[in-house]
Antibody
């Protein structure tokens, strides 16, 4: 079964750091681009970062310079290092697989992990 | 950055109705437009990719059309399980989601 399982969420103070992990199974992880997408409670989806099979990384302006996406193909794992966290970063964070060809949507999603930034 | 605007933001409809949701991009995105369905407490589900291609396993009552800046998602005959929130997403230049359309039961 194709599956993504996120972990690492929790409560962190403003200015703090957190590292999210996403464990992939049931497919050849190294062959797919991967994404992180977040969703504040009751609000819409926001794309957070992407990493290609070659390790190229992409971010929107809202997190660039604070968040770092990485992957470890030998462990079938995706990571998101989040630094200088703000209250506005509070959300459910999903990892998602890019469908074959990164222009064709995100076809597999994890269940999400919750990050709360609060003092 | 490319902005995506969906309309309407919410919609009330009945089982059996034909429903159309619109998504407009702030610049041409060719056909790099995807549609997702999300139910409360669940992860999004890919319905349509590349503007008009149906994702495997998605019922044929869902269809997509458009290119350039204007796109539509159509549900031909609403079923009870279709009441959810729908998002468009451009994948032409990095990625941006629309703000969502909540489809509610009338």
């Amino acid at each position: 079964e194709v599956q993504l399982v996120e972990s690492g969420g929790g409560l962190v103070q403003p200015g703090g750091s957190l590292r999210l992990s996403c464990a992939a199974s049931g497919f050849t992880f190294s062959s797919y681009d991967m994404h992180w997408v977040r969703q504040p409670t009751g609000k819409g989806l926001e794309w957070v970062s992407a990493i290609s099979t070659a390790g190229d990384t992409y971010y929107p302006g809202s997190v660039k310079g604070r968040f770092t996406i990485s992957r470890e193909n030998a462990r079938n794992s995706l990571y998101l290092q989040m630094n200088s966290l703000r209250a506005g970063d509070t959300a459910v964070y999903y990892c998602a697989r890019a469908a074959a060809g990164s222009h064709y949507g995100m076809d597999v999603w994890g269940q999400g992990t919750t990050v709360t930034v609060s003092s | 950055d490319i902005q995506m605007t969906q309309s309407p933001s919410s919609l009330s409809a009945s089982v059996g109705d034909r429903v159309t949701i619109t998504c407009r991009a702030s610049q041409s995105i060719r056909s790099y437009l995807n549609w997702y369905q999300q139910k409360p407490g669940k992860a999004p589900k890919l319905l349509i990719y590349a503007a008009s291609s149906l994702q495997s396993g998605v019922p044929s009552r869902f269809s997509g059309s458009g290119s350039g800046t204007d796109f539509t998602l159509t549900i031909s005959s609403l079923q009870p399980e279709d009441f959810a929130t729908y998002y468009c997403q451009q994948s032409y230049s990095t990625h941006t989601f629309g703000q969502g359309t909540k489809l509610e039961i009338k």
